[in-house]
């Protein structure tokens, strides 16, 4: 089987998604450098956590409509209560809020390493029969 290039795409309908596999020949399959069938759904990673989850946590409107709320609390003029009552209230929304949203990126992890670790049929070439079917 033979890789085909951008002409032969066009000619034959074939979209970028799509993907010519040779069955029951990982050799051809390999050079090819196609993406494993790994499933990841999981958002955060390790290095990202902190960061991302914060920015998903203050995309909520309520949330950052608190943190300007909490801001402007450091300002004397404008706030006429202490800073300590507005930002700790946020401090413990925000915290839950990170807190669930890291324990259903766990459990997406566990389901996506339990799918991933499920047994599947490969097919192979039947004896006597033609290559290529």
């Not at 993406?35 to 390790?46: M, P, R």
């Not at 839950?96 to 097919?123: K, T």
Request: proline share 5%.
């Amino acid at each position: 089987m033979v890789r085909h290039g951008e002409g032969h795409r066009q000619r034959h309908g074939m979209d970028e998604s799509e993907r010519e596999i040779a069955l029951n020949r990982p050799d051809l399959n390999r050079h090819r450098r196609y993406l494993s069938n790994v499933l990841t759904s999981c958002k955060y990673h390790w290095y990202d956590l902190v960061p991302r989850s914060l920015l998903d946590q203050f995309r909520r409107i309520s949330n950052f409509f608190f943190l300007l709320v909490a801001a402007a609390s450091f300002i004397p003029n404008i706030a006429p209560t202490s800073p300590v009552t507005n930002v700790l209230p946020l401090i413990v929304v925000v915290g839950f809020g990170m807190a669930r949203d890291i324990w259903e990126d766990l459990a997406r992890r566990r389901a996506d390493r339990r799918s991933n670790d499920r047994l599947y049929e490969v097919l192979q070439p039947v004896v006597g029969g033609t290559d290529g079917v």
